[in-house]
């Protein structure tokens, strides 16, 4: 270098004015576990793919599991940050394990009861006395109770088989069980493997006055000190939310080729049909007005009553709503 460009060099210095190739900034890494169904983790991976996430300046650390039950076990025993799950976030955040913030959609139709005719179920009032297989503590399990209930069949008239859905889906394919309480996709296998099923009732004739609702949960040591991460978390879900919402062809086309190729796109739209997702901006009013609240207290209502827990904590406190209001404009 000759004096020239010395002086030069050092005056730009001195000015401000040298550029030097930008520094990556780092991602902030979240610990985020789902169930593979349409109904939760359908905004994670658009959003993954979209770059949603990625460009709140987020690196989600995904991890898949079977139930919401497992989940929060995973939750509550420190291996993971938040979670994605359905119905059962009504349930351990009413027993002080995890802070609900973010709520996905409304699973109108996902739970559904499926009957064999060939065992002489042809009505509810066939079930009485016979054995009725799904996994208790699960969107299915609050769904039958209420379906039960409304057709006048009191839950204690049937015996309820506790299994993981894959094991109460194997055992009604097979004839062990004459009727099975499932979510979506897990209908699509049995409709295929039992022609003669009949699918005797879903979650959509009891909605809009009650519904089943899935979202996101925080553990409680990470929520209050990380609520920044957690607003970019919501930024990130909005987008990609919104963009399924206005674009929901596109996006389940997507969905199944990226995430679900072993799900032919009917099964996946069928399934994406039995929800209900709202723009960003309309969960703001049910988050405002107490809808979500309601939906959430009456779930947690039947957990809790069939746990025999009185003493518990209410939708209106595990529930914070203003994080979401705050971040959506």
Do not use: C
Not at 30 to 41: E, Q, S
Not at 233 to 251: H, K, P, Q
Request: hydrophobic share 45%.
């Amino acid at each position: 270098m000759d004096r020239r460009q010395f002086l030069t060099t050092t005056a730009g210095l001195a000015l401000g004015t040298f550029t030097a190739p930008a520094i990556a900034q780092a991602k902030t890494k979240v610990r985020v576990g789902y169930l593979h169904t349409v109904a939760v983790d359908g905004q994670i991976w658009t959003g993954m793919d979209r770059g949603s996430f990625e460009k709140q300046g987020l690196d989600l650390e995904l991890r898949q599991f079977n139930t919401g039950l497992e989940i929060f076990q995973a939750l509550i025993g420190g291996s993971l940050d938040v979670l994605a799950t359905g119905a059962v976030l009504s349930n351990f955040p009413a027993r002080g394990q995890g802070k609900v913030f973010l709520i996905n959609d409304i699973e109108v139709a996902t739970a559904q009861l499926w009957v064999r005719g060939d065992q002489g179920i042809k009505s509810f009032e066939d079930l009485k006395g016979k054995r009725i297989a799904t996994a208790t503590g699960t969107t299915a399990h609050v769904f039958l109770d209420t379906t039960l209930r409304a057709n006048k069949v009191d839950p204690k008239e049937v015996e309820l088989v506790n299994q993981t859905m894959p094991a109460a889906v194997t055992a009604f394919i097979s004839g062990a069980v004459p009727a099975v309480a499932l979510w979506v996709p897990f209908n699509v296998t049995v409709r295929d493997k039992v022609p003669g099923a009949v699918k005797l009732a879903d979650a959509s004739a009891f909605y809009p006055k009650a519904a089943i609702i899935g979202g996101w949960a925080a553990a409680n040591d990470y929520y209050e000190p990380n609520k920044e991460t957690l607003a970019k978390l919501i930024r990130g879900w909005a987008d990609a939310n919104d963009y399924i919402v206005a674009n929901s062809t596109e996006a389940m086309e997507k969905l199944q080729k990226g995430h679900y190729s072993q799900t032919p796109l009917a099964d996946i739209n069928e399934s994406f049909g039995a929800q209900k997702m709202f723009t960003s901006k309309d969960w703001k009013r049910m988050y405002s007005d107490g809808t979500v609240t309601n939906w959430l207290q009456q779930s947690t209502d039947f957990f809790m009553a069939n746990a025999g827990i009185k003493d518990f904590t209410p939708a209106s406190k595990y529930f914070d709503s203003s994080l979401y209001l705050k971040t959506i404009a």
